[in-house]
């Protein structure tokens, strides 16, 4: 996004880190049968007035 000139900041969430509330869930629970694609989300934070643009090149309609 950096090339169309706009800003943007990123959040990334591991879903697979232990909860604060429960430190051993993934030790006893592990990732048998899970995908561990989704073991990560990204968060992009964009203006408001640069979402429509920000939208069409995630979306692939602006190379």
Known sequence: MA???IQYS???INRKSPSP???GSRA????F???LQLEYEY???VKKIDYKKANAIIDGKIK
Not at 28 to 31: A, M, N
């Open 28 to 31: 006893r629970t592990g990732t």
């Open 33 to 35: 049968g899970e995908n």
């Open 10 to 12: 990123i959040k990334v």
């Open 43 to 45: 968060i992009l934070y």
């Open 3 to 5: 090339q169309y000139s």
């Open 21 to 23: 509330f429960d430190a």
